[in-house]
Structure formats: structure tokens, C-alpha cells
């Protein structure tokens, strides 16, 4: 498969908006930019699939993305607090590979992987008044890798199912750092997920989920410090239809 597309990326509300208000988490000022210009993206797309079965896949896929005017957060510290804004860079690239596998290990069971090998850079516009940290580096929010990974279980009648998904992102960079203080990092968590389906008669059916049972915790580092932290808990839920 080959494609080529043209994609965008409007600004939200609360980037456009030019009033200050502050983040529930962290406590950053946070101020619009009424001036952002929407992010034109150009995509070129290949993908090879190969299907040994009706529920097998092997996939590898190469990407390139290029960006015009991506619209990134920036971090500076002022004497009361840190402040937020959002700017366009001037363009940006990015480009990488997919590899995916679905196996059936046995009738009922099967195993499925996903990873996304990435890198990406970013060309800033320092004409704004911003004395950027670091004028070489990657898109703000960009890992340098993705993983899913997982089992699953369906029974023959389709009614009971079982998944467990492990999940890991790369570091990537959170907020892009004003002079003199380095860009903010939210570092790799594992995330652990599991769901389950069963029948409790003939038409009622009860469904249990388990979020982030690791507990993974969120951490957002500012050069050798660790700026803010903290553990979202496990989520637990169950329902029935």
C-alpha cells in the first residue's frame, strides 16, 4: 500500500485564546497565542501485510511526515511562576518505521504486538523574542518510540473474552525550555491493562476492566530534577449488560 495525503492541525481554544489562566496540574500560567497559524502536514505512507492466515498479520510500514507552522508549548520561569505560551515553528520532519505481528498461538488464544520506531526535528522560529534552550531537537510531545503489546482470548461462542495490553511510550518532551532552563520531560511509564467479558446468562453479559495496574508513575523532569510527580492509582470498573 502507498499513499500520499495532506493532513492539518488546528489550534485548540485554550491556545488561541489570549487571556492567562492556570493548569489544575503543575500550577503553570498558561497564556494563548491569538497569532497561531493552523499546521499543514504532508504524509507519504508504504505499507507491505502479509496474511499467513485468517487471523494472522505481519505488517511493516515506513512513514515521513513534514510539518508547516507545528504548533508547540513553550516553558519560561518569571518571578512568580512558570509561564506557558504557544508558538508555530517554522517546519518540522518526521519519520520512522511500524512493525506489527498478530500469532495465533492456540484455537483460542492469539498475541499481538505493535512498535513504532520514530525521530523527528523540529526547525524553530527565534524571531519571536524567545531565547530558546535548545535549537536542535525533537517535536514537543514526539517519543522516539511506541509499544503495544498483548494476548487475547475469545471462547468459541464469542461470548467470553480475556485481554491483557502492555503499553510503553518513549521520553518525550512535555514543554520546549525558555533560556536558562532545559526542556521539561515526561519520562516512559508502563502501563498494564487488562479486560475481561463474561456471560452470566443467556442474555446478560458482565464486563470487568483493571487500568494501569502497575500504578506507573507520572514523572516530569527539568534537567537532573524531578519537577513534578505522581501516581494516578488503579482504576478498577465493572459493569453489566
Known amino acids: 500500500r502507498f499513499a500520499v495525503s495532506r493532513t492539518l492541525s488546528r489550534p485548540e481554544y485554550r491556545e488561541l485564546s489570549p487571556v492567562t489562566f492556570r493548569d489544575v496540574l503543575g500550577g503553570v500560567s498558561v497564556t494563548g497565542n491569538n497569532n497561531l497559524k493552523r499546521a499543514l502536514i504532508n504524509n507519504i505512507d508504504l505499507r507491505y501485510e502479509w496474511f499467513p492466515t485468517n487471523y494472522e498479520v505481519v505488517s511493516v510500514g515506513i512513514f515521513s511526515k513534514h510539518f508547516?507552522?507545528?504548533?508547540?508549548?513553550?516553558?519560561?520561569?518569571?518571578?512568580?511562576?512558570?509561564?506557558?505560551?504557544?508558538?508555530?515553528?517554522?517546519?518540522?520532519?518526521?519519520y520512522?518505521?511500524?512493525?506489527?505481528?498478530?500469532?495465533?498461538?492456540?484455537?483460542?488464544?492469539?498475541?499481538?504486538?505493535?512498535?513504532?520506531?520514530?525521530?523527528?526535528?523540529?526547525q524553530l522560529d527565534t524571531t519571536q523574542g524567545l531565547s530558546v534552550t535548545d535549537k536542535s531537537r525533537s517535536l514537543v510531545g514526539q517519543a522516539?518510540?511506541?509499544?503495544?503489546?498483548?494476548?487475547?482470548?475469545?471462547?468459541?461462542?464469542?461470548?467470553?473474552?480475556?485481554?491483557?495490553?502492555?503499553?510503553?511510550?518513549?521520553?518525550?518532551?512535555?514543554?520546549?525550555?525558555?533560556m536558562p532552563l532545559p526542556?521539561?520531560?515526561?519520562?516512559?511509564?508502563?502501563?498494564?491493562?487488562?479486560?475481561?467479558?463474561?456471560?452470566?446468562?443467556?442474555?446478560?453479559t458482565a464486563r470487568i476492566d483493571m487500568r494501569n495496574m502497575l500504578n506507573a508513575r507520572y514523572s516530569y523532569t527539568q534537567g537532573t530534577l524531578e519537577r513534578e510527580g505522581f501516581n494516578a492509582g488503579r482504576?478498577?470498573?465493572?459493569?453489566?449488560?
Open 68 to 94: 508547516i507552522n507545528p504548533i508547540e508549548r513553550t516553558e519560561q520561569a518569571t518571578s512568580g511562576a512558570y509561564q506557558a505560551r504557544f508558538q508555530n515553528a517554522i517546519s518540522a520532519t518526521n
Open 96 to 122: 520512522g518505521i511500524e512493525l506489527e505481528l498478530r500469532k495465533q498461538l492456540l484455537t483460542n488464544v492469539s498475541t499481538f504486538s505493535n512498535i513504532t520506531l520514530m525521530h523527528s526535528l523540529v
Open 144 to 178: 522516539p518510540y511506541v509499544m503495544n503489546t498483548g494476548v487475547t482470548y475469545s471462547s468459541l461462542d464469542g461470548r467470553t473474552n480475556a485481554t491483557l495490553l502492555f503499553n510503553r511510550v518513549g521520553d518525550r518532551i512535555f514543554a520546549a525550555g525558555v
Open 183 to 204: 526542556n521539561i520531560m515526561e519520562k516512559a511509564r508502563n502501563l498494564l491493562d487488562v479486560t475481561v467479558k463474561i456471560p452470566l446468562a443467556q442474555k446478560i
Open 235 to 241: 482504576t478498577l470498573s465493572f459493569g453489566v449488560s
